[in-house]
């Protein structure tokens, strides 16, 4: 069955440095999401991009973060100058459509700033 | 804006017993409710959304509006469901790419 992948499973950074997050969605989805989940606490939308754009994005998703199709398959969450209230785990979704479909999630990358 | 709550943090049942994951919404419009489960260093999964009405390794939930409320259900519970469940909502607010809301977990663990 396809999944969404996710690399690297842990990323360690200095604060104040930028980080990639990479994400492949499943090959036929059209809609990608980022999430964030801060530890002891609920998954958090980020952000949704559809057609190269972005399609919704939640008050987290301020100017420090952006997201990129570079290619057919990739899809990254870009942090610039990061904070140490950033280290959370970080999880990629896809889905086929929009509206009734299911996201299908990633294995989420930890992200640690020091 | 929406939100989802599920007031166990932790649930604990002997095998066999009957499960009940709890699951409040709040909302104006009509959103969609889907309960997704992480096993151990696994990822998030889809088990069930109220659309589809279907059963799912013997979990089912029933959408109630008047209540809002979302529970997840097994009559039977086994030791390979012990995970986190969580509930999440998509709010269908027109754009086509709405991100769930989802609630904190339950951590459900079925005892021997």
């Known amino acids: 069955e396809p999944e969404v992948t996710q690399t690297p499973s842990h990323q360690v950074t200095q604060m104040g440095q930028e980080v990639i997050l990479r994400c492949v969605p499943i090959?036929?989805?059209?809609?990608f999401y980022w999430y964030r989940q801060i530890l002891g606490q609920k998954v958090e939308f980020l952000v949704s991009f559809y057609n190269n754009e972005i399609s919704e994005k939640s008050e987290i998703f301020d100017d420090q973060f952006s997201v990129e199709r570079p290619d057919g398959s990739n899809f990254t969450l870009k942090i610039r100058s990061t904070k140490l209230e950033d280290s959370a785990m970080y999880f990629c979704a896809s889905s086929v459509g929009g509206f009734n479909q299911p996201q299908h999630f990633g294995d989420g990358t930890r992200l640690s700033i020091l | 804006a929406q939100r989802v709550t599920q007031p166990e943090k932790l649930l604990s049942v002997f095998k066999g017993a009957p499960v009940e994951l709890k699951c409040n919404y709040s909302?104006?419009?009509?959103?969609?409710l889907f309960w997704y489960v992480q096993y151990s260093r696994q990822r998030l999964q889809l088990l069930l959304r109220h659309i589809s009405r279907e059963s799912i390794k013997g979990f089912t939930a029933d959408l109630n509006k008047g209540e809002t409320s979302f529970h997840l259900k097994k009559p039977f519970a086994q030791e390979e469901d012990s995970a986190m469940y969580y509930c999440a909502l998509n709010p269908f607010t027109g754009g086509g790419a709405d991100g769930l809301t989802f609630g904190k977990g339950t951590h459900l663990i079925i005892q021997p």
């Open positions: 909302y104006s419009g009509s959103p969609e």
């Open positions: 090959s036929n989805h059209l809609y």
